[in-house]
C-alpha cells in the first residue's frame, strides 16, 4: 500500500474505531424505536419532528464546521499568532451562538407552521415533539465547532467518542422512561435532548486541555472579526449547497409521508444502515482529510494534496463496493435481524427493505461525494459543491416526484442515489474545469486510475458474490427457526457465514492479482 495510504488509514483507525462503535450504538438506537414504535403514524410523528432541527444542525454545525471554520482556523494556527487565535475564536463562538439561538426560538414559536409540510398526519404529536427536540440545534452546533477545533490540531478521538454517548443516553431514555410518559416517541426525544447536551460537554474538557481559552464577546466584535468574515464568505455558498441539499429530505419526505403511513419511517431505517457504512469510512476518512488537505493547500504542496486525495478516493472504492454487492445478495437477511421485533412486523420489513435496496444503490457515490467536498473546502472553494449540490437537488426532486407513486419509498430512495450519481459526476467535472485545479491535481491520470481500480472492484466483487448466491438456497433451508430455536440464530448464522464466504472470495482475488501485477 502506498505511504499515503498509510497514512491516512493510520490517521483514521482510532476515529474509524470510535465512529463504528456510535454508528453500531446508532443502529441499536433505530432498533430500539423500530421495536417500540414499528412503522406506526407515531414513528412517522418522530422521524419528522427529528428531522426538521436536524436540516438546520447540517447547516449551522456540519456544514460551516466542515467547509468555513476548518480551513480559516488552521489559517490563525499557522500564522501562530496565539492573540489574535484567541481574538478569532471568542468572536466566531458567539456569533454561532447567537445565530443557532435564535434558529432555536424561531423553530419553536415555528413549529405549527414547519409541520404540515409533512402532512398532517399526527399533527399535534409531530409539532410537540418538534419544540420538543428543537434546543439539540444548540447542543450539537457547540459540540460541532469544539470538534472543528480539536480536529485543526489532529486531535479526532474525543469527537469521536461524543456521539458514543449521544447514542447510549437516547437508548437508555427510551427503555427506562417509555412506560412514564404518554408514547416511546417522547421518551426517545428526551434521549436526543440530554445526549445533544452531553455530546458538548464531553468535548469541552480536551479543548481546554489544548491551551484554547475563550470567552463571549459583543456582537458587534464578533460581526466584525476578520475570521468571522472569512467564515462567513466561505459558509455564504455553502449554505446555499447545503439548503438545496436539506431541501431534498424535506421534499423527498413530504413525498413520502402522502405515499402512505410507514414509509417515512421505513426509509429512515433503510437511511440508518447505508448512513453505518457511511459514518465509519467515508465521514472519518473525510474528517481526518480536511485539516491535511488545507495545510499543502495554504503551503501549496499539490504533489502531497494529489496523493492524499487519491488514497481516500481508493479506500472508498475499497470497501463500498464490495458493501454494495453483498448487502444487495443480503438485504432481507439484514433488515430482519436487526429489525424484525415487537411493532416490527412483516409489512415493516417489506417497506425497509423495498428502501434498502435503492438505498444501497447509491452508497459508493454518496461516499465520493463525503470525500470529494473537503477537497475543494481545503483550497477555499465553497462555490463548486455549492453548484454540484443545486444540480443533485434538481435531479432528485424531479426523480422522487416522478417515482413516488409507482414505487412508494423505493421510488424516492432511488431518486436519492441517481442524484448522488449526478452529484459525484459534477464535481468530478468542476474539479478538473478550472486549468489550476487541472494542473496541480492531475486530473486525467487521478480519474484514470481511479476508474480502472472501481472496474477491478466491481468485477472482483461480482465473482466473489458467486459462492454466497450458491450457498444461500442451501443456508436458508439449514437455518430455520425449527432447527436453530432462535430467531437471531437462524438468521445471524447464515449471514456470518456467507459473509464469511463473501470476504475471503475477494481478499484470495486481492492477493491473487496484487501477486500477478508484482510479477509484471
Known amino acids: 500500500m502506498p505511504p499515503s495510504n498509510r497514512s491516512l488509514l493510520r490517521s483514521g483507525s482510532a476515529l474509524s474505531l470510535l465512529t463504528l462503535v456510535s454508528r453500531v450504538l446508532g443502529l441499536l438506537r433505530e432498533m430500539t424505536k423500530a421495536a417500540l414504535l414499528g412503522t406506526s403514524a407515531v414513528s412517522d410523528a418522530f422521524s419528522v419532528a427529528f428531522l426538521i432541527p436536524n436540516l438546520f444542525r447540517r447547516l449551522f454545525a456540519e456544514g460551516s464546521i466542515s467547509a468555513a471554520f ?42 405549527p407552521l414547519l409541520v404540515p409540510i409533512f402532512g398532517k ?60 410518559t404518554k408514547n416511546p416517541a417522547r421518551a426517545i426525544a428526551v434521549g436526543i435532548l440530554i445526549g445533544g447536551f452531553l455530546e458538548a460537554a464531553v468535548q469541552a474538557p480536551f479543548v481546554w486541555r489544548r491551551g484554547f481559552r475563550f470567552f463571549f ?74 485539516p491535511g488537505l488545507s495545510e499543502y493547500a495554504k503551503s501549496s504542496n499539490w504533489d502531497m494534496y494529489n496523493k492524499r486525495l487519491a488514497s481516500a478516493l481508493d479506500i472508498i472504492t475499497l470497501i463500498t463496493i464490495p458493501v454494495t454487492f453483498f448487502s444487495l445478495a443480503e438485504g432481507g437477511l439484514i433488515v430482519r435481524l436487526l429489525f424484525q421485533s415487537l411493532s416490527f412486523g412483516e409489512e415493516s420489513v417489506r417497506l425497509t427493505l423495498n428502501a434498502f435496496n435503492f438505498h444501497i444503490v447509491g452508497l459508493y457515490f454518496i461516499a ?69 485545479n487541472s494542473k496541480r491535481l492531475g486530473m486525467k491520470s487521478l480519474l484514470t486510475k481511479r476508474f480502472t481500480y472501481l472496474l477491478k472492484i466491481t468485477v472482483f466483487s461480482a465473482i466473489a458474490l458467486v459462492p454466497v448466491l450458491l450457498f444461500n438456497k442451501y443456508l436458508s433451508g439449514f437455518f430455520t427457526p425449527v432447527n436453530s430455536g432462535n430467531r437471531f440464530i437462524s438468521l445471524a448464522l447464515p449471514l456470518f457465514i456467507t459473509l464469511l464466504l463473501f470476504a475471503g472470495t475477494g481478499v484470495f482475488l486481492l492477493v491473487i492479482s496484487g501477486r500477478l501485477n508484482a510479477k509484471r
Not at 489559517?75 to 492573540?83: A, R, S, T
Not at 399533527?123 to 450539537?140: C, D, G, K, S
Open 70 to 111: 476548518i480551513p480559516t482556523f488552521k489559517g490563525y494556527l499557522l500564522e501562530g499568532d496565539e492573540q489574535k487565535t484567541r481574538e478569532f475564536l471568542c468572536c466566531f463562538c458567539t456569533f454561532l451562538s447567537f445565530i443557532v439561538s435564535l434558529a432555536v426560538a424561531v423553530g419553536i414559536f415555528a413549529a
Open 121 to 180: 398526519t399526527e399533527f399535534n404529536e409531530t409539532v410537540f415533539l418538534t419544540r420538543m427536540m428543537f434546543p439539540f440545534l444548540a447542543f450539537i452546533s457547540i459540540a460541532a465547532f469544539f470538534q472543528g477545533i480539536l480536529n485543526s490540531v489532529h486531535v479526532f478521538a474525543p469527537s469521536g467518542f461524543a456521539p458514543v454517548v449521544l447514542n447510549i443516553v437516547t437508548i437508555a431514555c427510551a427503555w427506562l422512561l417509555h412506560p412514564y
Open 217 to 290: 464577546t459583543g456582537l458587534k466584535a464578533a460581526f466584525q472579526n476578520p475570521g468571522t468574515r472569512a467564515v462567513l464568505r466561505l459558509i455564504a455558498p455553502t449554505v446555499i449547497g447545503m439548503a438545496a441539499y436539506q431541501l431534498n429530505d424535506i421534499v423527498s419526505t413530504a413525498l413520502a409521508r402522502r405515499a402512505g403511513v410507514g414509509i417515512v419511517s421505513s426509509l429512515q431505517y433503510s437511511l440508518r444502515l447505508q448512513e453505518l457504512i457511511l459514518g465509519v469510512f467515508a465521514v472519518s476518512i473525510g474528517t481526518v482529510m480536511l
Open 368 to 436: 465520493l461525494n463525503r470525500i470529494i467536498a473537503p477537497a475543494f473546502y481545503a483550497c477555499g472553494d465553497a462555490a463548486s459543491p455549492t453548484k454540484a449540490g443545486v444540480f443533485s437537488f434538481a435531479v432528485n426532486i424531479a426523480l422522487a416526484a416522478l417515482l413516488v407513486k409507482p414505487m412508494k419509498g423505493g421510488g424516492v430512495a432511488l431518486a436519492l442515489s441517481v442524484s448522488g450519481a449526478a452529484n459525484t459526476a459534477a464535481l468530478f467535472m468542476l474539479l478538473g474545469k478550472k486549468t489550476g
